[in-house]
Nanobody, 115 residues
Framework: QGQLVESGGGLVQAGGSLRLSCSTA????????MNWYRQVPGKQRELVAT???????EYADSVNGRFTLSRDNAKNTVFLQMNSLKPEDTAVYYC?????????WGQGTQVTVSS
């Protein structure tokens, strides 16, 4: 039930775009807050974007205006569209589903932005 399946990472040049996907069970998708985090070696995991079950979104200042988080309720999937990518966006990106004390994580997907 707590499985999150991510896809869409890869290597892109600065200024390019990537779209990450995260799918999960309907029972989770319909009521949990869905988040994307990212982490680089030696640093804490950073919250990038959040979307509620009602579709409200929030973004970290570092990605606001470049990243867009959306959800497809029919597919139980969230999408993180990343545009105007910068080398500092390079990280492992993790999908997260959270509701009260229940917390599920995906396996992570590598995003590498070359300069």
């Amino acid at each position: 039930q707590g499985q999150l399946v991510e896809s869409g990472g890869g290597l892109v040049q600065a200024g390019g775009s990537l779209r990450l996907s995260c799918s999960t069970a309907a029972s989770i998708f319909s009521t949990f807050v869905m988040n994307w985090y990212r982490q680089v070696p030696g640093k804490q995991r950073e919250l990038v974007a959040t979307i509620t079950s009602g579709g409200s979104t929030e973004y970290a200042d570092s990605v606001n205006g470049r990243f867009t988080l959306s959800r497809d309720n029919a597919k139980n999937t969230v999408f993180l569209q990343m545009n105007s990518l910068k080398p500092e966006d390079t990280a492992v990106y993790y999908c997260n589903a959270r509701k009260w004390t229940r917390d599920y994580w995906g396996q992570g997907t590598q995003v590498t932005v070359s300069s």
